[in-house]
């Protein structure tokens, strides 16, 4: 299931949130991703950023707050949980948020913009199909993506990381 609405200003300000995250991880030498996992109170309760570089390729932040989740929170309170994340899940983070029972995704740019952001400045490939995260979780309420500034300012942040790292 997915709902095409308009983000809440709440909901901007957690995506702002992941932004800073995905800015910290492209200041690491890392693709540009960052998420947060937010609580039925509206607590951001957990916070990742993209590590593949320092770990392994699976070091994506919606693994690792699946991961976290998976270890802390109850059945029911995965359940009620909202994970904001500055990109749509890749189909490991979606089938990793499945698996766990993890709420609602709120996503600030979607897996299509990202390939098309690639395609315009010739990128390297990346290795697997983006498939929509509603073809592989069920039931799951998506929001996404943003528009205007917010949105920019991911792509700039994803066209930096890949232009600097052409073939």
């Not at 039925?40 to 693994?63: C, G, M, S, Y």
């Not at 390297?124 to 949105?151: D, M, R, S, T």
Request: hydrophobic share 40%; glycine share 6%.
């Amino acid at each position: 299931m997915k709902r095409n609405e308009n983000l809440s200003g709440e909901d901007l300000k957690h995506l702002k949130h992941c932004l800073a995250l995905a800015e910290e991880a492209l200041n690491a030498g890392d693709e540009p991703f960052g998420s947060i996992l937010i609580n039925q109170k509206n607590e951001v309760i957990a916070t990742a950023r993209n590590r593949v570089n320092e770990i392994n390729v699976l070091a994506h932040p919606e693994i690792e707050l699946a991961n976290w989740a998976a270890q802390n929170l109850s059945a029911e309170e995965r359940k009620n949980t909202t994970i904001y994340t500055s990109g749509e899940h890749c189909p490991m983070c979606a089938a990793a948020h499945g698996w766990v029972g993890l709420g609602e995704i709120v996503y600030l740019s979607s897996a299509e913009q990202l390939g098309k952001w690639l395609e315009e400045i010739n990128a390297k490939p990346v290795p697997i199909n983006f498939i929509p995260i509603e073809k592989i979780i069920k039931n799951c309420v998506i929001k996404g993506p943003a528009n205007g500034e917010l949105l920019q300012k991911i792509k700039n942040l994803q066209l930096k990381y890949h232009k600097n790292n052409l073939e």
